[in-house]
């Protein structure tokens, strides 16, 4: 079974402009969340998609905003993006289980801001 | 704001040697999970106990929850050069959907052989 794919893997945007991110659940998992890590604040929820609709949202300005398709694959987006974005990007995935969620996680996809 | 705090920030051990790392939580929760993460990569699940559950061991891992105390350790036995990583903690509020979690700061791990 395949795990989390994310894409790309690294970018550089400059100031101001946007950018799109790309997440791939494991085959079954509706859940999917976003997470920012940065070396200042560490692993920070971004927000959580289920069945299309955001369940829940984390505390981010709306520059930061999301999207989950039909087929559970999900999208992040950064505009006007501002220095202080530079940071790790994580998507993971998850389903309802008896025995726990056991969220997991991409590889993340690195974005520097410049 | 983070959910947790992990003691210790940093360990540094011999291969062979035990690593043991807390997580204290502050409010109720529905499970905890354990992550590790090698420089510059993604989240590896290691293992997840649920709030009824005191203790569950996967392989080299033994991991304990007290929720009484809001807390959690994670025990490495015979650690190897290969465990040097930063690992956390990672919670599941009762009044959050089930998937989302907050971290703890994690702490880092280096063994040498």
């Known amino acids: 079974k395949a795990g989390v794919t994310q894409t790309p893997r690294y970018l550089i945007k400059t100031r101001g402009q946007q950018v799109t991110l790309s997440c791939s659940p494991i085959?079954?998992?509706?859940?999917v969340s976003w997470y920012q890590q940065t070396p200042g604040q560490g692993l920070q929820f971004l927000f959580e998609?289920?069945?299309?609709?955001?369940?829940n949202k984390g505390n981010f300005p709306g520059r930061f905003s999301g999207r989950q398709f039909s087929n559970s694959r999900s999208e992040m987006n950064v505009s006007t993006l501002e220095l202080g974005d530079s940071a790790l990007y994580l998507c993971a995935s998850a389903t309802a289980s008896s025995s726990g969620n056991t969220i997991y996680f991409g590889e993340g996809s690195w974005l520097t801001v410049v | 704001s983070q959910q947790g705090e992990e003691d210790p920030q940093a360990l540094s051990i011999q291969e062979g040697e035990n690593a043991t790392m807390n997580c204290s939580y502050k409010t109720s929760i529905n499970n905890l999970q354990w992550y590790r993460q090698n420089s510059g990569r993604g989240l590896v699940h290691l293992i997840l106990i649920r709030s009824n559950e005191r203790e569950k061991h996967s392989g080299r891992l033994r991991v304990t929850l007290d929720t009484s105390k809001k807390s959690s350790s994670l025990l490495i036995t015979a650690s190897r050069a290969a465990d040097t990583a930063s690992y956390f903690c990672a919670t599941t509020l009762t009044t959050d959907s089930w998937g989302k979690l907050q971290f703890g700061a994690g702490t880092q791990v280096v063994v040498t052989p």
């Open positions: 085959s079954g998992h509706r859940s």
């Open positions: 998609y289920f069945s299309e609709t955001q369940r």
